[in-house]
């Protein structure tokens, strides 16, 4: 089945640094979604991306599909976003068009 | 707008009994999904559902595992016989398949204890 590779498995920044979170792909994928999970466990949709590049407020997201990877930005970083960040794909092919597969996830920590 | 809701918001139970999940998803979705999540890892997809018709079953679902969605609206997922390995955070989640975007929008988890 397809893998998902995520990286830096932890980050530690000071508040106000800027980060990069990468997410590799083994095959070629119609969904792409990254999401923040709290402390608490809720999962936080970032951005559905499965090609090109969004942004959002300090956070953007760029996805290069026939490279079959994509990167999450982190600018002017703040205590809050602190928490794991997970990329997850849907295949593209196949009966398995529905469902996620997430990678293990990059832990945040901002430190004030 | 409502998001996806789950209930009960924690469950402790003994090995060998019976639990019973919850979940609403955003109104109109067609599409919900059942996943799991242990103590650092990632959510493991379930099953999914389209309307009532349940599409996939992962083969992590054992026979001790069934979920439902009459109606295509909520949506329950019972364990049978529970050990102690199905201690995890059960999430569910929603989505507009078909319109637009297959943007997944998760709930706030169940949390099952298995002592």
């Known amino acids: 089945g397809i893998q998902v590779e995520q990286s830096p498995p932890d980050l530690i920044l000071q508040e106000g640094a800027n980060s990069t979170l990468r997410c590799n792909f083994s095959d070629s994928v119609n969904n792409l979604q990254w999401f923040h999970q709290n402390p608490w466990g809720q999962l936080i949709n970032l951005f559905y991306i499965p090609s090109g590049t969004k942004q959002n407020g300090r956070l953007s997201a760029t996805t290069v599909a026939t490279e079959r990877y994509s990167l999450l930005y982190i600018s002017s970083s703040q205590t809050t976003d602190s928490g794991v960040y997970f990329c997850a794909v849907a295949v593209a092919y196949g009966g398995s068009q529905g469902n996620l597969i997430f990678g293990k996830g990059t832990k945040l920590s901002v430190k004030p | 707008d409502t998001g996806v809701s789950q209930d009960p918001r924690h469950k402790i139970t003994k090995r060998g009994q019976n639990v019973t999940f919850r979940c609403d998803p955003i109104s109109e979705h067609n599409r919900l999904y059942w996943y799991r999540q242990t103590l650092g890892q990632g959510p493991e997809f379930l099953t999914y559902f389209q309307n009532e018709a349940q599409l996939e079953k992962s083969r992590l679902l054992s026979d001790r595992f069934s979920a439902e969605r009459p109606k295509g609206s909520f949506s329950t997922l019972e364990i049978q016989r529970t050990e102690q390995g199905d201690s995890a955070m059960y999430l569910c989640?929603?989505?507009?398949?078909?319109?637009?975007?297959?943007?997944?929008?998760f709930g706030p988890g169940t949390r099952l204890t298995v002592l």
């Open positions: 989640a929603s989505s507009a398949h078909g319109v637009g975007t297959d943007t997944q929008y």
